[in-house]
């Protein structure tokens, strides 16, 4: 499980605060093979990192609920990363799941549901496969560019994935983003 902050940006402006538009959009999360640290350590499986985005969800309820709880003076110490996590619970920002195989896309949907959290998947490029589910769900979807390569996670692309989200009444937005293998 690799986590972090997504911040809307535009393209122009001197100073980095001329082109943040939105400083925190989305918590970041990523379940599957990209998550996977160097040398193949943890976090290791699907499910385990399934666990472990279960767990921080739930350290941060409780972490809010002291938080909430407890009078001002009297407040745990501040926990930043708990912090991200309670306002994805609190639905005030979306959890952002990159996600390409069909399996960790379900996963991503059960937390989600079992949450009750915004969410919206990136990547997906299994998304075809459970296009019920995503629908069901009520998650819009990144999809990557097309070019990306049929490899590892993404061995079972299509071309055809984002019209398929599409016309199954998906929201879906196109990724521009950045490709290793184009010069």
């Not at 902050?5 to 959009?25: C, F, L, N, R, W």
């Not at 699907?46 to 666990?51: D, P, R, S």
């Not at 990363?81 to 996963?107: D, G, H």
């Amino acid at each position: 499980l690799v986590s972090g902050q997504t911040m809307i940006a535009k393209t122009s402006g001197e100073e980095v605060d001329d082109a943040v538009i939105v400083p925190v959009a989305m918590i970041a999360a990523t379940l599957g093979d990209s998550a996977v640290m160097d040398g193949g350590r943890a976090p290791g499986t699907n499910a385990k990192m399934v666990a472990m985005l279960r767990g921080e969800l739930l350290k941060a309820q409780e972490y809010d609920r002291k938080w909430q709880a407890s009078k001002e003076d009297q407040r745990p110490a501040r926990d930043l990363r708990m912090e991200a996590y309670a306002r994805v619970l609190k639905r005030e920002i979306p959890l952002l799941v990159t996600a390409q195989r069909a399996q960790n896309i379900v996963s991503a949907l059960r937390i989600a549901k079992e949450f009750n959290i915004k969410m919206v998947l990136d990547g997906a490029v299994e998304g075809y496969l459970v296009v019920e589910q995503i629908k069901a769900a009520g998650v819009p979807v990144i999809v990557h560019p097309t070019m990306y390569r049929a490899a590892g996670e993404s061995e079972n692309l299509s071309m055809e994935t984002a019209a398929t989200l599409r016309h199954a009444g998906i929201t879906v937005a196109i990724q521009s983003g950045f490709e290793a293998y184009v010069p």
